[in-house]
C-alpha cells in the first residue's frame, strides 16, 4: 500500500514538472518570437529594385506608395529615397513613400512645355503701396503718383494676380543673383523689389499680447501675406531697400526688419539719404553706404542681402568715378563689399547663366500703368511671352536650346548643363 502511494506520489511530482518545463519552453518560444517581431526593423529599400520592394512590402504587410521624379543623377528605375529611415522597427510603420527615377526630362517634354533657362527674368521694383481704390487716383491705372512709382493696394493685388495666373513664380533676389533659380518645370522667375522703406511697405498698428507685430493687411506686406496664403505655390517673398529711416516707424523698426527675415523677406541698401551717388564725393559715396549696412548689421547681423539698389538709378555708368566704392569701401573703420547693385530700370534682366549677366548693374521693371506702353507691367509681360526664363524645375541643372548655346557663361561649373 505504501509502494503504491509513493508510486501515485512520484507520478504526480513528474507531472508537475514536466507541465513546468513545457510552460518555461512555450514561454521561452513565445518571448523570442515577441522580440524576434519586435526587433525586425526596415531595410535600406534604395538598393532594391521596384519588384523587390513590392515583395518585401507584401511580406511585412507595409503600404507603398511610389512616386516617379525626373532626376539627373539617377538611372530611369533607379530608387532615390524613401520617406521612413532605415532601421526603424516595422511595427511603428503604416506606410512608406517610395521615390524612384524617371531619369533625365525627355526632349519632348521640354520642347513641349518650351524650357528656356537663357530666357529673361523680370525684377520689379515698387517703392510705396498706396490704401487707395484705383479709381479715385488722378492717374492711369493703379498709379498714384504721375510717374507710377507709387501703386494702389487694389493695383498691386491685380499685379500679384496677373504674375501668378501667368505662370510666374516668386524667387529670392540673392537667388536670382547667385544663380539658384528653384520654379517648378514650365514657370517662370519673377523677383519683386520695393525701394525707400516707405511707412506703407509694411505698416505696423500696434502689437499683439505677446509682443509681435500687428501689419496692417492692404500694406504691401500685409497682401504679400494673404498670398502667401491663398496661393501656397507662389513661394511669396521681396526685397526691402532702406534708407536710414528704415521704414520710418521708429517704435517698431528693429521688429519690423527681424519680423521680416524671419518670415522669408530680405532687407538690402538703398544709402542713408536717398543719396544721388553721381553727385556725392568718394568719402560720402562710402559714407551713406556703410552707415546703412551698420544698422541692419546691428539688427540682423549677417541676415541682410549685401545688395544696393541705387537711388535714382545713378551712376547711370560703371565707368563713374564713385562706382568702385559703391561695390566696395570704407567709412569710419567699417569696411563693406556689395556683392549686387540694381538700376532704375525699364525692361527684363537676362538669366543668371546669361554670359552678359552683370551682377553689379542689374536692369529692373518699374510696375506702373501707362496704357501698354514705354515698358509699363503690361508691356514688359507681353514682350516676355517669347522671350521668359522658363524652367527645367531643377535649381542644379540649366537648360538651354541649342541655338543658345553661344550665350552660356562659360564659367558656370557647379551645375549640369543640358541642350536640346
Known sequence: MKKGKLKIKNCIIFLIILILVLYLVITLVKNLTTKEEKDKLLVNLTTLTVDEIKDYASKNKLNI???????????????ISQSVKEGTSLKNIKEIDIVISKGGIEKEILTEKNVNEMGKIPVMMYHGIHNVASSDTEYTGGNVDKDGYNRTSEAFRGDLEKYYSMGYRMIRLQDYVDG?????????????????????????????????????????????????????????????????????????????IKWLIDNGYDVGNHTESHNDLSATTTEKTQSVIASVYQK????????????????????????????NYILEGTSNGYSYKTHAALRVGWEPEVSPYNKNFNITYIKRCRAYDNNGKEFDIESVFKNLEKTRFISDG????????????NLLNENITNKKIVTY
Open 394 to 405: 531643377f535649381k542644379d541643372v540649366v537648360t538651354i536650346k541649342e541655338q543658345d548655346k
Open 180 to 256: 539658384n533659380i528653384d520654379v517648378p518645370l514650365g514657370y517662370s522667375p519673377i523677383v519683386l523689389t520695393f525701394d525707400d522703406g516707405a511707412s506703407n511697405n509694411i505698416k505696423v498698428t500696434g502689437l499683439d499680447s505677446n509682443g509681435n507685430i500687428i501689419i496692417d493687411p492692404n500694406s504691401a506686406v500685409g497682401i504679400l501675406e494673404e498670398f502667401k496664403k491663398k496661393y501656397p505655390d507662389y513661394n511669396v517673398t521681396a526685397t526691402f531697400f532702406v534708407n536710414g529711416t528704415l521704414f520710418n516707424q521708429k517704435e517698431y523698426d528693429e521688429k519690423i
Open 296 to 323: 541692419l548689421e546691428s539688427i540682423i547681423p549677417g541676415k541682410y542681402v549685401n545688395i544696393i539698389a541705387l537711388p535714382f538709378g545713378k551712376p547711370t555708368s560703371r565707368t563713374h568715378t564713385n562706382y
Open 65 to 79: 506608395n511610389l512616386i516617379y521624379e525626373y532626376n539627373y543623377d539617377k538611372e530611369n528605375g533607379e530608387i
